[in-house]
């Protein structure tokens, strides 16, 4: 790469069921908080990055070209991003990949998603009411994960609580139960057997965005940067035979040229935090595991022994993840966003102490689109 | 062929070329040989399937829109100043400086001069008007920028730039932008408009698009033959059958033919499932728990997901039980929703149920990980 990039701003907008704003309002208020952040104004941006998932989801086709007014793009390069529930960190990964390229020395990206204008269920069914929705898809997956991992069936409780009570140390989060008990979940109504309902991600309007810069964007930014010190996105078909879901190629593959291109040969030890996509309570051991930040068959170990809480030694979600807030389009840039505010010491009531290192990751389709960055306070920073 | 020929029109019927719009559903697919030739090779085009994507979404309408499709419930037009001008449709954002604008609204109109303007002589069903209309960019009165709506006017001859128009009201109105429409200065009415009561926030707005997909000729036998009651699925690399074929093989990235179609029994084994509680959304037909499972077929190398089960108690059920495909009689199987999505891949509404074979369970660590 000609240049290193850094995030120097972060904005976020409150997220809940229904904001009462309109699209063009929300997006603009995630941009706005991040010029903030980064004391910039949009005169100092030179190209704007976005992201959200399917058009069908709000019946907005090509909303890229409607948002500019709204975040002053007009006469400037607009880029949209589109990879199902991965995009925002997809997005975020572009936008950095413009500043490294050296083409341009600041870039905006916003990722959003205004879920009360549609229906999600019937938008991911292709427009074919009556589908089974994303819980029908990834519980027959999840099953097999407990089957082959020997996984017991807390394990799910235990992430989904963990979750909603980091959700409530976040101001910005739609779902917050600082009570939760591991026995409240299991006592929720079963939505997708093994899936009980509040294992289950809510639905959610927000936007999320970062001003990424250069070297000297970075020197001259009132706040610390978070430098981005690797990304990698991978794909692979969301069918084929011999396909494996539960454990997808293109998840081990991502993580292998992320872990490589940062220097991270000892994840779990050299990594100190991570978002991870986890919209369903059990996909946080099972991308533990698929992103081989430890052997098959531990990731349950680690929710079990408490490692993934914050305080653990390996932290997972402490925002509260996608479990507590999922404004579709933007929750895999905020699985980006949180590595970054963690490392910039941002991070508030849910800050890990120290965190140097921080991995973010987002996945979207069937499990066949990954997107990943690892972020430091540090740029360049070495692992023993 | 000839018949199969007149039963499903080409891909762009007649219909659609006279700009009559989407009205005329093509009809759905049913079992009919005919649909292949006597080589039995499918034309592609004679496997068109119609499909209608229709939801009513909504918009969240803000501080600026809210108040403008308000007043025009109410029969006034608003335009919002921004600077020394008035813009009308108002917008939220200076376009010129990106600030946010105050929601400074003045009232413009009912008068207003047409800039330029395009005759609609055959109108959709999603048109303001079934009858010829004009869209023009109307200056109103007061305003510094133009609108794009619709004047009705007794024909082309009618319309010219600079002729004056005023704004009309339609009896019923909701809050949105089609309460409104222009006429000829001269060919104009007096109104009385009561206005309506509370803010309008938030608008609805059905949206629709009808499409045919003809089906890819691999796609179309896999599709005959779930009609003709078979599974049919493509060798590819490996020795490995996919089913649905995607017409290649995405591993050795290479072509198939018709010579690469195998018939897949219609036994196999389950792999996975999920037992559903409906959770209710605008669509939802289901009101009971019910089980979707993950099916391997004897032979292939991916399974069929999300496969209704009604028929087995949902505690009998379990991973590694032999299943059965029971297809439904011929004249009932419907392929109406196969398309050429190899990604939510669909069998149709062919078989009538997965019937238990009675043979002994598949021991689970000799189950494929592949789903």
């Known amino acids: ?384 | 062929m000839l018949a199969a020929k007149h039963a499903y029109p080409r891909r762009w019927p007649e219909s659609t070329k006279r700009g009559t719009g989407p009205d005329k559903i093509l009809p759905p697919p049913v079992a009919d040989s005919s649909l292949l030739s006597q080589q039995g090779v499918v034309i592609m085009a004679e496997f068109p399937i119609s499909f209608t994507l229709e939801y009513p979404y909504t918009r969240t309408l803000g501080p600026v829109i809210g108040p403008f499709l308000t007043a025009l419930r109410d029969g006034r037009i608003l335009g919002i100043r921004c600077g020394d001008r008035v813009l009308c449709p108002p917008m939220e954002f200076d376009p010129d400086t990106g600030e946010t604008l105050r929601p400074d609204l003045v009232e413009v109109g009912p008068s207003g001069t047409v800039e330029n303007w395009t005759w609609v002589a055959e109108p959709s069903r999603k048109h303001p008007f079934q009858e010829p209309f004009a869209f023009a960019q109307v200056k109103l009165d007061g305003a510094d920028t133009t609108m794009t709506h619709a004047v009705k006017a007794v024909g082309q001859a009618a319309m010219s730039t600079g002729m004056r128009v005023r704004a009309q009201f339609r009896e019923e109105r909701t809050g949105s932008i089609g309460d409104v429409y222009f006429v000829p200065e001269d060919d104009a009415r007096d109104q009385s408009i009561a206005p309506g009561e509370g803010e309008v926030e938030i608008s609805t707005h059905l949206i629709s698009l009808t499409y045919d997909d003809t089906l890819y000729p691999h796609a179309a036998r896999y599709a005959q033959g779930l009609l003709d009651g078979k599974f049919i699925g493509q060798r590819i690399s490996g020795d490995k059958i996919a089913i649905p074929g995607k017409g290649y093989d995405a591993l050795a990235r290479v072509m198939l033919t018709e010579a690469d179609d195998v018939e897949l029994a219609t036994t196999g084994t389950v792999l996975s499932y999920t037992v559903l509680t409906p959770v209710k959304y605008r669509g939802q037909t289901e009101t009971e728990p019910y089980l979707s499972a993950t099916i391997i077929l004897d032979g292939a190398g991916q399974s069929l997901t999300q496969q209704d089960i009604r028929n087995i108690p949902l505690d009998e059920f379990r991973v590694g039980m032999r299943l059965r495909a029971i297809f439904k009689p011929a004249a009932e199987r419907r392929v109406d929703d196969v398309d050429n999505d190899w990604m939510y891949p669909s069998i149709g509404d062919v078989v009538e149920r997965w019937e238990p074979t009675g043979e002994p369970d598949v021991a689970l660590d000799e189950l494929p990980e592949s789903m």
């Open chain 1, 1 to 384: 790469m000609a240049e290193r990039s850094a995030v120097v701003g972060i904005g976020q907008t409150k997220y809940d069921r229904c904001l009462p704003v309109s699209m063009d309002g929300l997006v603009r208020q995630a941009a706005l908080r991040a010029l903030e952040d980064a004391d910039l104004t949009f005169a100092d941006i030179d190209a704007i990055v976005i992201g959200k998932a399917p058009d069908a989801l709000e019946g907005v086709i090509m909303p890229e070209l409607s948002l500019c007014d709204a975040l002053c793009a007009v006469g400037k390069p607009i880029h949209r991003v589109h990879t199902a529930g991965s995009v925002g960190g997809s997005t975020a990964i572009s936008a950095s990949t413009l500043i490294e390229s050296g083409m341009y020395n600041t870039v905006l990206t916003v990722a959003y998603e205004k879920q009360s204008d549609g229906n999600f269920m019937w938008a991911l069914s292709g427009g074919r009411s009556g589908g089974a929705g994303a819980g029908g898809s990834f519980a027959p997956w999840i099953r097999n994960y407990m089957r082959r991992s020997g996984a017991p069936e807390h394990i799910g409780w235990k992430v989904a609580a963990k979750d909603r009570r980091n959700g409530a140390k976040n101001p910005y989060a739609h779902v917050s139960q600082a009570d939760i008990t591991i026995e409240a979940v299991k006592e929720s109504p079963m939505i997708w057997d093994p899936i009980h309902f509040l294992e289950v991600c809510p639905s959610s309007d927000g936007a999320a965005a970062m001003v990424i810069t250069n070297a000297a964007g970075a020197k001259r930014a009132p706040r610390p940067p978070a430098w981005v010190i690797a990304h990698a996105k991978r794909t692979e078909f969301g069918v084929f035979p011999g396909r494996d879901p539960v454990k997808p190629v293109a998840g081990m593959e991502c993580a292998r040229a992320l872990f490589k291109k940062a220097g991270i040969t000892d994840p779990r030890r050299q990594i100190d935090c991570a978002e991870l996509y986890v919209p369903f309570s059990w996909f946080e051991p099972m991308w533990l595991e698929g992103h081989l930040i430890c052997p098959e068959g531990e990731g349950w170990r680690m929710v079990d022994s408490g490692a993934t809480e914050i305080g653990g030694d390996f932290p997972v979600n402490m925002s509260g993840g996608v479990l507590c807030s999922n404004p579709i389009g933007a929750s895999g840039m905020l699985r980006l966003l949180e590595p970054a505010n963690q490392v910039r010491g941002t991070a508030g009531d849910y800050q890990v102490e120290g965190a140097r290192v921080a991995l973010g990751q987002a996945y979207g389709g069937p499990s066949n689109y990954f997107a990943m960055w690892i972020v430091s306070s540090e740029p360049n920073p070495t692992f023993e």
